[in-house]
């Protein structure tokens, strides 16, 4: 290897000491496909000495073999490692490398190009204090490149470098460089990018890497390299915040010792210091500040550290530990950004769980305010995000949580979306602030308790979903089951799927959105019918698994009894008493569920019923059986 420092060979002590005392710089390389991100990081770790000589000489071997160079070093295969990457010469993953220099070190985020991998770009993004993004001299700005833009915007990067890529394929012409710079500063100042440099480079030739070119004498700023290690890192940033410690553990090794451990996100605390345990709002003061080492006086952000209190207050996994005179907020209602990440679209009225630190949470996308257009960068009306599309939405969550508005603390404003059934991360987010409602809006307890109601009724409240194609006899069978109920002398409702329609839900089409926001009305219907003590009978296709979770997830244990009556499609189009098979069939429906829009059956329903082996009357009594095994009937 050749060496970065001589002190490697002669004094590694001293080499560690220096090397730890050298400011870290994270930064990502970002843009379209082809710009040439990988071949940049790959000159950068070529020409700071980084490389083992087995690791030249596998490159040499590479470049070679599948390089796009024609036997040239193709510095991209440093960085380009899957066999997908090689074969079609572009970036798929995300790719971090270290390096250093006698100034500073480094670690390297190659990012995707492509549209379809955006979401990998947001990963390599959300960690970056720099971002490198490259424009192909001969393309000049382009949709992915705005994207980049405005996601390295949104992800609040602070420096951003414009590299003028491939200066070597347009005869390193001044008037090309200096139309691509003005173009992106316009672009910058339209998306509020504040700190932009622009440098013109050929990453294959090295123009402009480490040190100036004698073919840009045009271009009087620094090479690469020297912006690299020079730009200012503002490192007391974090300092200068208001103190802020996501609990990651409570640690309680034994009787005596009950502690909140994490890593500090912001500020700097010290023993004694007034704090506030956020969301509850539990105000205490901290007794020890426990690290490995012992106990500290102080500790500043990016420690990770075990706090303890001087009062027994209730704090958990997820909750902030703020400062006192600045505390974090609370709320469970927000205005946030989100860039979906998922080929099935975000929809409007749907459940999700939102991670932030290490706080989980059931979130549900209130209406989505306005998508954006990469190409105009204005603000369209929208019912959905498809994949890496970019949008502003309004959120509501099952519960509070402790947070600060994106911009001013990233660790604290920024959360993911996860698939509930998949677990799947579909979603990154940031937060903009709290609704009022959210304040203004509390719980109102009640005297009379939904044991109460149930008591009084003689039976335990739950819920009958009845479940399945259009035309399975849904509805025959839960009325048969009331007109059952009813004579027993039990309290009952029946919420069906057309009846709905002519009131709550009269606003409503048939499209995935609007099939999501109607069960998530009627759910939240069942849940007030459930607490007045009632057995409430829903029928409704309810083709999505997500949705039929959220309702299930509303009630308690026990509460919720899925009726999946299956009944195959062909016969469904036979009994088609409505004649809604045959006018989907012709084409003058559209979203027709199990047509031209998909049901996805149940997995694990309490009551499976074939309609094909059963009369309606046999299925009811059937029904009615379960719920007296169940004890609902008293």
């Not at 002590?13 to 843009?31: Q, V």
């Not at 490192?235 to 010792?257: C, G, I, S, Y």
């Amino acid at each position: 290897m050749a060496h970065v420092s001589d002190l490697i060979a002669t004094d590694i002590d001293a080499y560690l000491k220096a090397h730890e005392n050298k400011s870290l710089l994270r930064f990502i390389t970002c843009g379209s496909v082809d710009d040439g991100k990988s071949t940049l990081i790959g000159r950068l770790l070529y020409e700071s000495k980084m490389l083992f000589e087995d690791q030249l000489a596998a490159l040499e071997a590479d470049s070679r073999r599948v390089g796009t160079r024609g036997g040239e070093i193709d510095y991209a295969l440093l960085l380009d490692g899957l066999t997908a990457e090689r074969e079609q010469g572009i970036t798929i993953d995300v790719a971090y490398r270290f390096f250093s220099t006698d100034k500073r070190k480094f670690i390297v985020a190659d990012t995707p190009g492509h549209e379809q991998y955006t979401r990998n770009m947001v990963t390599g993004a959300s960690t970056a204090d720099l971002a490198i993004i490259l424009i192909d001299a001969r393309k000049g700005l382009l949709p992915q490149t705005r994207r980049h833009s405005y996601i390295v915007g949104l992800l609040g990067i602070r420096h951003v470098l414009v590299a003028v890529n491939k200066m070597d394929l347009v005869d390193y012409s001044e008037e090309v460089f200096t139309r691509i710079d003005r173009e992106y500063r316009e672009l910058a100042a339209r998306i509020g990018l504040p700190d932009v440099l622009t440098i013109p480079i050929s990453g294959v030739r090295g123009d402009n890497i480490t040190q100036a070119s004698a073919n840009t004498p045009w271009y009087a700023g620094a090479p690469l390299m020297s912006i690299l290690e020079t730009i200012e890192i503002d490192e007391t940033r974090m300092l200068k915040q208001a103190f802020r410690m996501p609990v990651q553990w409570v640690n309680r090794p034994h009787l005596d010792f009950r502690g909140f451990a994490g890593t500090i996100t912001g500020g700097v605390v010290r023993a004694g210091d007034a704090v506030v345990v956020m969301p509850s709002g539990r105000n205490t003061t901290v007794a020890r500040i426990v690290s490995a080492d012992g106990d500290l006086e102080q500790a500043v952000a990016n420690q990770s550290i075990t706090l303890t209190l001087a009062d027994e207050v209730d704090a958990s996994r997820g909750d902030v530990i703020s400062s006192a005179e600045l505390p974090a907020q609370a709320a469970d209602q927000f205005e946030a950004t989100v860039v979906w990440m998922s080929d099935a679209p975000l929809l409007r009225g749907r459940n999700y769980l939102l991670k932030i630190g290490a706080k989980t949470v059931t979130a549900t996308v209130a209406p989505i305010k306005h998508k954006l257009n990469i190409e105009t960068m204005e603000h369209v009306a929208a019912e959905q995000l498809a994949l890496n599309e970019i949008g502003v939405v309004e959120l509501e969550l099952d519960r509070p949580i402790a947070f600060d508005p994106y911009r001013e603390n990233r660790d604290t404003g920024g959360f993911i979306l996860i698939d509930r059934l998949t677990n799947n991360t579909v979603g990154a987010g940031m937060l903009h602030f709290a609704l009022h409602r959210s304040h203004n809006v509390k719980w109102q307890d009640l005297s009379v308790t939904k044991a109460a109601r149930a008591a009084q009724n003689g039976q335990k409240p739950a819920c009958l979903w009845f479940t399945g194609l259009s035309g399975a006899g849904k509805s025959s069978i839960a009325d048969l089951v009331e007109k059952q109920l009813h004579a027993l002398g039990h309290r009952t409702y029946v919420l069906d799927g057309d009846n709905v329609r002519h009131g709550l839900c009269k606003d409503l089409g048939f499209g995935d959105a609007d099939r999501v926001e109607n069960i998530r009305r009627v759910a939240e219907v069942v849940k007030l019918m459930v607490d007045a003590g009632l057995i409430v009978l829903t029928a409704f296709i309810s083709p999505f698994r997500s949705e039929r979770h959220t309702a299930r997830a509303l009630l308690e244990d026990g509460e919720f009894i899925e009726v999946f009556v299956d009944t195959p499609l062909s016969v469904a189009e036979q009994r088609d008493v409505k004649g809604l098979y045959a006018k989907a069939r012709a084409g003058q429906i559209r979203n027709f569920t199990g047509i031209d829009s998909p049901y996805e059956p149940p997995e694990a329903a309490e009551i499976r019923i074939d309609t094909t082996t059963c009369t309606s009357a046999e299925a009811a009594e059937r029904v009615v059986a379960e719920l007296r095994a169940r004890g609902v009937l008293g």
